[in-house]
């Protein structure tokens, strides 16, 4: 992972204001929080205030912190109370797990590191639900409002889609890092992973040194996620 994954939970004294209700969820909610604060900021004022404002998650171009559990809603997709029916439309409030993308408000490298989390989040949650991309919504799919601005501005939500699952379908998977040198679940993904450098190398996109230290067992994962980053660049 290129992200650290916390939790800072909203306290349950608070659940009245802010996640009143039971969920079982059913969808993924994305927005962009229109504004410049990071992801810790954002959970803290979100937090803090006593608004029937709140989400699940945020997530910047460091952190994915979860500020709600996934089985309580929340309030961020203007649909009001909503409805838990499978066929009513307005259910984003009570089926949804709300992820907002930080720094959106001004863009720029910060902003496509905090979207490129999100998509691996957003891949990884998939994963663990059994989902499909059928799953992830954008908040103007429930209530029309303009969100996630930048995405939608930029006219890439198909694609954003489309990144997500590529994601799920990255067979580099890792199982936890353990002293941060690269474990593989099985043969087939150390040879999906070895495959994937190899090529990288042979189209010298990076240097060959990286797997020669890959094939003496000493490569790290955070090597591994920062030659995944310069090798997409490079593409
Ligand atoms: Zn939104």
């Keep these: 992972m290129a992200y650290t994954f916390k939790q800072i939970f909203l306290p349950a004294s608070k659940y009245s204001i802010k996640a009143p209700y039971i969920m079982v969820p059913q969808y993924i909610t994305v927005h962009n929080t229109a504004n410049d604060a990071n992801a810790a900021k954002e959970i803290e004022y979100m937090i803090n205030n006593n608004n029937q404002v709140s989400y699940h998650v945020a997530i910047d171009d ?7 559990p996934f089985t309580r809603n929340a309030w961020h997709c203007g649909d ?86 590529e994601a799920m379908n990255d067979k580099n998977d890792l199982i936890e890092k353990d002293d941060d040198i690269m474990k593989f679940t099985n043969e087939t993904t150390k040879a999906a992973v070895r495959d994937y450098l190899k090529q990288a190398v042979d189209k010298k996109l990076i240097d060959r040194s990286h797997l020669d230290k890959f094939d003496a067992g000493k490569l790290t994962s955070g090597d591994y996620e920062g030659l995944k980053i310069i090798i997409k660049q490079r593409m």
Excluded: M
């Design 80 to 165: 009001g109370g909503g409805s838990t029916d499978p066929n009513a439309l307005k259910k984003g409030n009570r089926l949804s797990i709300g992820i907002e993308i930080c720094f959106s408000k001004s863009g720029g490298v910060r902003y496509g590191v905090a979207e490129e989390n999100a998509i691996q989040y957003i891949a990884k949650l998939l994963k663990q639900f059994g989902w499909g991309i059928e799953r992830v919504k954008k908040h103007q799919d429930w209530n029309g409002k303009y969100c996630p601005h930048r995405i939608l501005a930029e006219e890439r939500w198909n694609s954003f889609l489309k990144r997500i699952e």
């Design 62 to 68: 460091k952190e994915v912190i979860q500020a709600i």
